[in-house]
């Protein structure tokens, strides 16, 4: 499976109707209605903005592998964001779920 491909199986279990493959940093995301950015591809992993005083955030960053996204690699991570491997894809729909009801 490519990249993009897990990003639009995640956007058509959200509703293709609701949210959208564009683009963040040159590399495919998920955006909102209102196009706003809650999801995105880097290095094989799928960052979620979670907020970083919620529970979800605290579970993402509680699996092994699991970091603050940081698409800039110079130690300056977006700390409402969690980037979570591949290892744990199973739990990406779950993630992106509560990304995208996440106040922007």
Request: glycine share 8%; charged share 30%.
């Amino acid at each position: 499976m490519t990249d993009r491909e897990s990003l639009d199986r995640l956007r058509d279990d959200l509703g293709a109707d609701r949210v959208s493959v564009s683009a963040m940093f040159g590399k495919p995301a998920l955006k909102d209605e209102n196009g706003k950015t809650f999801a995105c591809l880097l290095g094989g992993e799928v960052a979620f903005r979670l907020g970083r005083d919620r529970a979800a955030h605290s579970a993402a960053l509680e699996l092994s592998g699991a970091h603050l996204f940081d698409p800039s690699g110079k130690e300056r991570p977006m700390k409402d964001w969690v980037s979570v491997p591949p290892a744990h894809a199973s739990r990406w729909p779950e993630f992106a779920a509560l990304a995208l009801d996440v106040p922007r």
